[in-house]
């Protein structure tokens, strides 16, 4: 039950801390690709190495912001919104 209660603890301080860089405009605070990928892969899906993140600003929103994630293995459309998952979208 600890094991879980720490993951979960993880998992919410992650998404968090994306959420807030997200939302910011300061260049500094935007996740980097190694802290998108660890979300992804908290909700399971694969990413061996992140390659890059580049912000989709024509689909992102004042309250969504939207990255596109190059990994080893593929890329992935991200959309943050604050306090909820993080929708990804695997790209060809």
Not at 28 to 43: F, H, K
Not at 45 to 59: F, G, L, N, P
């Amino acid at each position: 039950m600890a094991f879980n209660c720490r993951k979960t603890f993880r998992a919410v301080s992650l998404q968090l801390a994306i959420s807030i860089a997200a939302m910011s405009g300061v260049s500094a605070q935007e996740p980097t690709p190694d802290l998108l990928a660890a979300q992804i892969r908290n909700q399971g899906y694969r990413c061996t190495q992140a390659i890059s993140a580049k912000r989709d600003v024509r689909r992102s929103k004042p309250d969504q912001a939207v990255w596109i994630l190059r990994c080893k293995n593929g890329s992935y459309r991200i959309r943050l919104t604050p306090d909820m998952a993080a929708r990804v979208t695997r790209l060809k």
